[in-house]
C-alpha cells in the first residue's frame, strides 16, 4: 500500500511538473512569440515610416519641378507661395528621415538639405529674374545652377524612395512570417496542452476568424456585390479624398457618370442573367483605359461612375472619355450572344463644376441628362444652361412653397372636341401660378425651372391630384369628362410613377379611364427603353396614353408601332400653317392617315379658324383642339361652356368618337 502511495505521489509529483513545466513553455514560446513579432512590428513600422518619408520627400521634390515651371508661364505670388510650401514639405520629410533612419541615411539627409539650400537661393534668383523679365538670365540660371543640382537632388530622393520602399514591403512580409510561425508554434503547444489550453487556443482561432468575417464585410460594405467594383460609399471617399488632394496641388478633378443606354432591353430580351454578365464586363472593359489613380465604382443598376484625380490640364478629359466611349462600343460577348451597346457619359470638372462631390455628381447628372436628349454620346456640364440667377432662385423657392399651398397652382381646362359631332371628347388639364406677388404666371416661365430640379416630380404629383379632384367634383355632377395631362422626360423616367397614380386614382375613386397622360416624342426618346416599360406599366394599370406634338419629335415608326398608346396629337405648328402652305396639309393629312392605320385616334392641336375645321374634317380627323373651340379656362367655367353648347349632350361626355379607331 505504501509502494503505491507512494506512487501516487510520485505521479501527482510529476502531473504538477509536468503541468508546471508545459505552463512555463508556453509562457516561454508565447514571450518570445510576443517578443519576435514586437520586434517585427517594430521594424515594419520603422521601415513604413522611413519609406513615407521618402515618398513625401519625392512628391515635394515632383511639385517643386511642376511649380517652378509654372512660374515661368503665369508668375505671381500664389504660384512663389505654392513653390515654397512644397520646399517646407521636403525640409520636413528629410528631417523625418533623420529622425527615423540609419546613419547613411541621416547622411544622405544632410546632403540634399545641403543641396537643396543651394537650390532655393538659385531658384529665388531665378524667380526674380522672371519677374524682371529676364529670360536670358533665367535661362542661365537654370542651365548651370538649378538643373544640375534639381537632377542630383531627384536622382537621390527617388533612388532612395524605391529602395527604402521595397524595404518597408520586405518587412511587413517578415512581419507576416514571424506571426505565421508564432501561430503554428502556439498551436502545437496547445495540443499538448491541458484543456484549459486547448480551448484558449479555439478562443484564438475563433477571434482570427472573426477578424477575417469582418475584414470581408469591410470588403462587401465598399464594394459592388455583382461586379467587385467600388460602390457608392467608396466612390464618395475616394472623390473627397481627390478633392481635398486637388486643393493642396492646385490641380483639377474630373467625375463621369457612366449610363448603359437600352440596357433594360437585354435584361427583357435575353433575361437578367445575360445582363448581370454584361455589367460584370464593364470593369474589365474600362479599367484599361484609366489610370492606376482612377476610381470605377458601379453606383446602381446600370449606371457607373468614375473619379479622375490629379489633373493638371481639364482639355485632356474628352480624349480620356471618348477612349471610355470608344471602349463601350466594341462588341462585347455574353455567352453566346455578341452585344453591341451604346452609352451615355455626362462630365463635370472641379473646381469650375464645383467643389464637392454632390455639387460635381449633381453636375455630371445633368449633363448626361443631356446627353440622352441630344443621343450624342459625350456632354460635359454647361453652367450656361444651369445658371441660377437671383430672380430664378428666388421663384424656384415661391414654387416650393406653392406646392404646401391650396390657394396658388390652379388647373385650367382646354376642351377637345369630337369634330363628327362637335361634342365635348374630353379636357386637358393645364397647370396656371396665381403668385401673390407677380400674379398669373405662364407655365413657360415656371416649368422649365422644374424640370431642371427634382421639384418637377412634386408638381407633376400636385397636377395630377387636383386633376382627379376636379374628375370626381364631375363625376359627382353626373358628368364623366376624361381628363388629360402632360408628363415631362423625368417623370416618364421615374420609376414611381406608376404607383403615384394608382394611388391617386384610389384616393379620388377615379377610373382609370377618365384619366389621360401625354408624352412628348423627345420625352419618349431620352430613354426608349425605360420609357416604353413604363408606358406599358400604365396602359395596364388601364389608363389612356397619347403622343403629344407629333411630327417634331425623332421617333422612328419602330418604336410608334410598339407604344400603348391610342392617341395620337398632331402638333400645332403644322395645322396652323396647314391652309397656307401644302406642305402642312400634306403632313396633317398623312398623319391622320398614319394614326388611323395604326388604330389611334387622331387630335389636332392649335385649330383656330373655321377652314381649318373643315379641312381637318375631310382628312377624316377625329379630334380640334384650340382658340377656335375655346381658350383654356377654369373649371367652373369650363361647365357653362358645356351646357352653352348643348345641355342635351351632357350626359355623353367623355364618349369616344365614332371612327372606328382605337379606344
Given at each position: ?30 514571450i ?57 514639405d ?6 523625418t ?56 537632388i ?168 471618348g ?10 460577348t ?83 372636341v ?100 401625354e ?9 426608349p ?7 406599358h ?27 400603348p ?45 373655321i ?27 369650363m ?25
Amino acid at each position: 500500500m505504501e509502494t503505491t502511495a507512494s506512487r501516487s505521489r510520485l505521479v501527482s509529483r510529476a502531473a504538477s511538473f509536468g503541468l508546471a513545466f508545459t505552463l512555463m513553455m508556453l509562457t516561454a514560446l508565447t514571450i518570445v512569440g510576443v517578443a519576435s513579432t514586437w520586434r517585427s512590428a517594430e521594424e515594419a513600422s520603422q521601415a513604413s515610416t522611413l519609406s513615407d518619408a521618402y515618398q513625401e520627400a519625392r512628391f515635394a521634390v515632383a511639385a517643386e519641378e511642376s511649380l517652378e515651371r509654372k512660374y515661368r508661364l503665369e508668375p505671381g505670388p500664389e504660384v512663389r507661395a505654392k513653390f515654397a510650401a512644397a520646399s517646407d514639405d521636403l525640409v520636413t520629410a528629410l528631417h523625418t528621415v533623420d529622425d527615423v533612419g540609419t546613419t547613411a541615411d541621416s547622411g544622405l539627409a544632410a546632403e540634399v538639405l545641403r543641396q537643396h539650400t543651394s537650390y532655393m537661393n538659385s531658384m529665388s534668383r531665378m524667380f526674380d529674374a522672371v519677374d524682371d523679365g529676364n529670360m536670358a538670365l533665367v535661362t542661365r540660371i537654370d542651365t548651370d545652377e538649378t538643373e544640375p543640382v534639381f537632377d542630383a537632388i531627384e536622382e537621390q530622393v527617388d533612388l532612395a524612395a524605391e529602395r527604402h520602399h521595397e524595404l518597408a514591403l520586405r518587412s511587413l512580409t517578415r512581419l507576416h512570417d514571424v506571426e505565421s510561425l508564432v501561430f503554428v508554434g502556439i498551436v502545437a503547444g496547445f495540443a499538448v496542452g491541458l484543456a484549459l489550453l486547448a480551448l484558449f487556443g479555439r478562443l484564438i482561432l475563433s477571434y482570427q476568424r472573426d477578424l477575417a468575417q469582418s475584414s470581408a464585410n469591410r470588403h462587401q460594405a465598399l464594394h459592388d456585390p455583382l461586379t467587385g467594383l467600388p460602390n457608392r460609399r467608396l466612390f464618395q471617399d475616394r472623390a473627397e479624398q481627390a478633392l481635398r488632394a486637388s486643393i493642396r496641388s492646385g490641380q483639377h478633378v474630373a467625375i463621369m457618370l457612366i449610363d448603359l443606354d437600352r440596357f433594360k432591353e437585354v435584361n427583357d430580351t435575353l433575361g437578367h442573367a445575360y445582363g448581370d454578365q454584361l455589367l460584370n464586363s464593364i470593369g474589365p472593359r474600362l479599367l484599361p483605359v484609366l489610370r492606376n489613380g482612377d476610381t470605377l465604382a458601379r453606383l446602381a443598376g446600370d449606371e457607373f461612375a468614375i473619379v479622375l484625380p490629379g489633373i493638371d490640364d481639364p482639355a485632356t478629359v474628352p480624349d480620356v472619355a471618348g477612349r471610355l466611349l470608344h471602349a463601350l462600343h466594341e462588341t462585347f460577348t455574353v455567352g453566346d450572344v455578341a452585344l453591341d451597346i451604346e452609352a451615355s457619359i455626362g462630365v463635370a470638372v472641379s473646381p469650375g463644376h464645383g467643389t464637392s462631390v454632390e455639387d460635381l455628381l449633381r453636375h455630371a447628372d445633368q449633363a448626361m441628362y443631356a446627353v440622352k436628349q441630344t443621343r450624342s454620346g459625350l456632354a460635359f456640364f454647361d453652367p450656361s444652361e444651369h445658371a441660377q440667377t437671383p430672380a430664378r432662385l428666388s421663384l424656384l423657392g415661391d414654387l416650393r412653397r406653392a406646392l404646401q399651398r391650396d390657394d396658388q397652382l390652379v388647373l385650367h381646362y382646354q376642351p377637345k372636341v369630337d369634330l363628327a359631332f362637335e361634342e365635348l371628347h374630353e379636357a386637358e388639364a393645364l397647370l396656371r401660378w396665381n403668385h401673390p406677388e407677380l400674379g398669373m404666371i405662364a407655365p413657360n416661365d415656371f416649368i422649365p425651372i422644374a424640370e431642371g430640379t427634382g421639384l418637377i416630380t412634386h408638381l407633376t404629383t400636385k397636377v395630377l391630384d387636383l386633376a382627379l379632384t376636379q374628375a370626381r367634383r364631375w363625376l359627382d355632377a353626373g358628368a364623366e369628362i376624361p381628363i388629360a395631362v402632360n408628363l415631362s422626360a423625368r417623370c416618364l423616367l421615374d420609376t414611381t410613377l406608376c404607383a403615384r397614380v394608382g394611388e391617386l386614382l384610389d384616393r379620388h375613386h377615379v377610373p382609370a379611364r377618365l384619366l389621360r397622360l401625354e408624352v412628348t416624342e423627345s420625352a419618349i426618346m431620352t430613354d426608349p427603353a425605360r420609357a416604353l416599360n413604363m408606358l406599358h406599366q400604365l396602359h395596364e394599370a388601364g389608363v389612356r396614353l397619347s403622343v403629344d406634338d407629333f411630327g417634331t419629335g425623332y421617333s422612328s415608326m419602330s418604336y410608334l408601332k410598339r407604344l400603348p398608346i391610342d392617341e395620337l396629337k398632331i402638333d400645332q405648328s403644322f395645322v396652323q400653317d396647314m391652309l397656307q402652305h401644302d406642305s402642312d396639309s400634306v403632313i396633317v393629312r398623312s398623319v391622320v392617315d398614319l394614326g388611323h392605320n395604326l388604330g389611334f385616334v387622331v387630335v389636332a392641336e392649335g385649330v383656330e379658324q373655321i377652314g381649318q375645321v373643315q379641312a381637318l374634317r375631310e382628312f377624316g380627323c377625329d379630334i380640334a383642339q384650340g382658340y377656335h373651340y375655346a381658350r383654356p379656362m377654369p373649371a367652373e367655367e369650363m361647365q357653362d361652356w358645356i351646357q352653352g353648347r348643348d345641355p342635351r349632350n351632357c350626359s355623353k361626355i367623355g364618349a369616344a368618337p365614332d371612327q372606328g379607331v382605337g379606344t
